[in-house]
Every structure is written in structure tokens, then in C-alpha cells.
DNA sequence: ATAAATAAGATACTTTGAGTATCTTATTGA
DNA sequence: TCAATAAGATACTCAAAGTATCTTATTTAT
């Protein structure tokens, strides 16, 4: 059997072709390799087509990673089981680290590199990713109030430390926590923050 | 007067001049534009002089941050004349958030968008700025242990983490902290974690 | 069932910059 | 003052951006 070179993709199916064409690039070679040359000849189409799409392997990224983050829901739907806030506090923790990926550090970096020119999208994202934190975050704290463990919530800085610490470590040190590591970070900055604030 | 336009300038004043030229580019398209054929028109040399001592844009760049660095010296030097820990985090922080610009903003994300390809060269630049980061906090910490504020030395992470919360803030979210949030990050974050660790 | 609309895919062209190589010429310093 | 060195000009190839035009497969509506 021969294949038929007339089969033409179309729509949802041929954008998910070129979304994971890019993905492997992105994860290959990074950001600054991305071109629509490759990622056509990766993805077996036409470059005409990629650009009908998009405007730019930035804008193509962006949709890649809203799209995946659609469908993975992130970490917002972290089941808090631990016994008390600190287990609780390491697993949001843990669920962050264990989230990250090449292709989601590539995109922070590319990101990053792009505020001069993108800076609204950007800072939409960051918001987003933000409130998405800080609902996660303020469940768990709502449960130790309940437990009578505190009072009452700490300030947003205090609230979003423990993510901005970890994406630190992550996207400018390029060094994911190990679980020793997150332990520290918890018992020594996050927990002592909240204690602090109790007062 | 007519312009004598056989005058060449060399080594150091050349190299300096497009430094200059690539700062000014730097700060006005941002990194992802900046490449070598702007950089030599814009210093009013030719592309192949920029090739004979720089590779990449990126070398180019990186050196002449270095270079910057050398001249200014840094936070290194800050002088810690605050009357107690809290004062001289605050004048830490302080240096630090003055000390950024635009080209170092820059510079932060370029290297983030080549950490893929130069790994060990960004590396070695922030095992360089931790340590440089150390130098200066730990001569807050011993005067506090001087003091009687504190009793020993918290571990790393706690004497970073002023540090890479400003970090965070500015490079990643591209926000400058005002005096009252730097405030508020060292009253509600940092002290309550140098405290919490002389338990 | 078929025609019209739509989208995929091919191709061609211009422009820009990377990277390299070669040449001339100004400047330095032995 | 002459040889060595570095600046600067120029020319070439290649890759990719961006745009435009054309053909053709596939879908949709009649």
C-alpha cells in the first residue's frame, strides 16, 4: 500500500500537529532556534500555513502553553490531605516542582526575553498565574484556621512567597528543589513568615 | 573643518564606543533585536571588527555587563551605617533595587533565554552574584552578631532569600519594589525567618 | 450529487542578518 | 622607517522572515 500523499490535515487536528512539531523543537533546541522553517518541516506542512495561524513562534508557544494548560488544569485542583499546614504547604509545593518541565522552563525563559516587546500578554499571564497560586494557597491556610493553627491569612507577599522562592530556584537558577530542599525552604522562610503574622 | 574620516579609533575607545552603541540598542529594542550588523552601524564601525572580538551577540553583551560590573564595583561596597539588622537589610535591599537599570534587566533575561545554550558560562555569573549577595549580608549578620540582635549565622537559603525575592520581583515580574514593600518584605519575610532560626 | 467556499499546501520573491573570507589601509612600535 | 598589527570595506553563501500568488483537497450548503 502506498501512502496517499494527498491527505490533508485540517483545523484543531493539523494545529495540534504543529503545537507538538514545536513542543519537540522547543524541548530540543530552545526558544532561540524556534523558526517557522522548522517547525513546518518538523510538523510535515507548509510554512504559509504555520503563518495563517501565527504571527510569530512566540505567539505559537503562548497558544501552545495556554492550550496545555486548558487541559492539565494545573496544580488549582491539588487534593490538600495532609495533616496540618506544613505537610499541606509541601504538597502545593511539591506539585509546583513536580509540574515544571523543559518546555515550561523554555517558556518562562522565553517569556522572560520577550517582556520588552510583549509586555501586556506577559503581564496577563503572571497574573493569572498568580491568582491561580493564590487560590491553592489560601485553601490550604483556610483549613489551618479551621484547625485553629492561625488566625488569620498573612499578607499576599507572605501568601505567594513559597511559589516565588520555588520559581526562582527553577527559572533563574535552573535548579528544580529536591524534597530536602523544600522542606527547608517551608520550615525556614514560609512557615516563620506565617507564624509572624499571626502577631 | 571638514571631518577627517580616515581616523580610526582601537582597542580599549573602540571597544568602549560599541559597548556604548549596544547599550543604547539594548535599552531601546531589547535583546532579541539587538544583532552585530545594528550594533556596527550604530558605533559607525564595520561587522567585521565586532567579529574579530566577540562571537555572538550574546558574548558581546555578557562582557560588557562584566565589564560595567568591574567599574562600578557593585553593592559590594555598600556602606552598612544603619542602627540595628533592620535598617542595614533595608539599605541592602535598597542597593539593590537602585543598582538595577534597564540594561541589567536586559541582561537578566538574555541570559535566561541562553541558559539552554551557555549554561556553564550563567552558571559561574551567579555563582558570582550569590557570593558577591553573601559577602555583603553576612557583614550585616555579624555586626547583629555583634550586636546581641542575633546569636549565630541562619543557614543559605534564609541569608539568599532577600535577595532573591527582590530578584524575583524585578526579573521576573518585571516590578521594581518601592521602599514600603522592600519594608514590608524584610519586616514580614526575612526577619521573621533570621529569627526563626536562632531557635 | 454537485457546486461553491474554505483551508492546506506549494512555490517564488525580497530582505535581513549570520558567518566567513579576502583585501586595503591607517596606526603603532620596534 | 619599515614591519607588524588592527581597522575597515567588500563580497559571497546560507538561513530564515515576511509576503504574495497559485493550485488543489476537503468541507459545506444547496
Known amino acids: 500500500m502506498v501512502e496517499n500523499k494527498k491527505n490533508r490535515r485540517r483545523g484543531d487536528q493539523l494545529q495540534n500537529d504543529i ?3 514545536a513542543y519537540n523543537l522547543l524541548k530540543k533546541e530552545g526558544y532561540t532556534n524556534l523558526t517557522f522553517s522548522k517547525i513546518a518541516k518538523a510538523a510535515q506542512t507548509s510554512r504559509s500555513v504555520i503563518y495563517r495561524y501565527w504571527d510569530t513562534p512566540f505567539d505559537l508557544v503562548f497558544e501552545m502553553i495556554h492550550n496545555q494548560m486548558k487541559d492539565s488544569g494545573q496544580i488549582a485542583n491539588t487534593n490538600l490531605n495532609g495533616k496540618n499546614l506544613q505537610e499541606n504547604l509541601f504538597i502545593i509545593g511539591k506539585s509546583l516542582t513536580t509540574g515544571f518541565n523543559i518546555v515550561l522552563t ?11 516587546e510583549q509586555p501586556q500578554k506577559i503581564h496577563k499571564l503572571f497574573d493569572e498565574i498568580n491568582t491561580g497560586n493564590l487560590q491553592i494557597i489560601d485553601a490550604a491556610l483556610q483549613m489551618a484556621i479551621d484547625n485553629k493553627e492561625i488566625k488569620f491569612m498573612p499578607s499576599q507577599q507572605v501568601r505567594l512567597s513559597l ?15 529536591d524534597d530536602a530542599q523544600l522542606l527547608e525552604l517551608i520550615n525556614e522562610i514560609v512557615l516563620p513568615a506565617i507564624v509572624a503574622s499571626q502577631k
Do not use: T
Request: charged letters at 15%.
Open 106 to 116: 523554555e517558556f518562562n525563559k522565553m517569556m522572560l526575553s520577550e517582556m520588552i
Open 19 to 21: 503545537y507538538q512539531a
Open 163 to 177: 511559589f516565588h522562592l520555588i520559581r526562582y530556584s527553577y527559572v533563574i537558577e535552573n535548579h528544580n528543589l
